[in-house]
Nanobody, 129 residues
């Protein structure tokens, strides 16, 4: 059974920073692509799409959504089975529930949620103006 557990969310002012962590267990973490997605309050309706934030391959290649490029950074520590999302210069529009996800295999840097097989429970990030 694969488990992903996010932590590090909270309330921060505009311009502030947060670092999210995602701890993985139950499978070979080091060979998977890990992604971060978010779902804003306006998109909480059932079936609403989760927005791609970024991804990191097993080789630590990265891909980011245009909306976060230059502000967010993804890193992974395979020895700790953990992936991180460092978020700087936060804006109110970054407010969302943030989810980490894992692919079954380590191929590429998919941006579609449907390419990810395993998901965490999410952590709330709120940016006040």
């Amino acid at each position: 059974q694969v488990q992903l557990v996010e932590s590090g969310g909270g309330l921060v002012q505009t311009g502030g920073s947060l670092r999210l962590s995602c701890a993985a267990s139950g499978r070979t973490f080091s060979s998977s692509t890990m992604g971060w997605f978010r779902q804003a309050p306006s998109r909480q309706a059932p079936g609403s799409e989760r927005e791609f934030v970024g991804a990191i391959s097993w080789r630590s290649n990265t891909e980011y959504a245009d909306s976060v490029k230059g502000r967010f950074t993804i890193a992974r520590d395979n020895a700790k089975n953990t992936v991180y999302l460092q978020m700087n210069s936060l804006k109110p529009e970054d407010t969302a529930v943030y989810y980490c996800a894992s692919t079954r295999t380590g191929s590429g840097l998919p941006t579609s949620r449907y390419e990810y097989a395993y998901w965490g429970q999410g952590t709330q990030v709120t940016v006040s103006s």
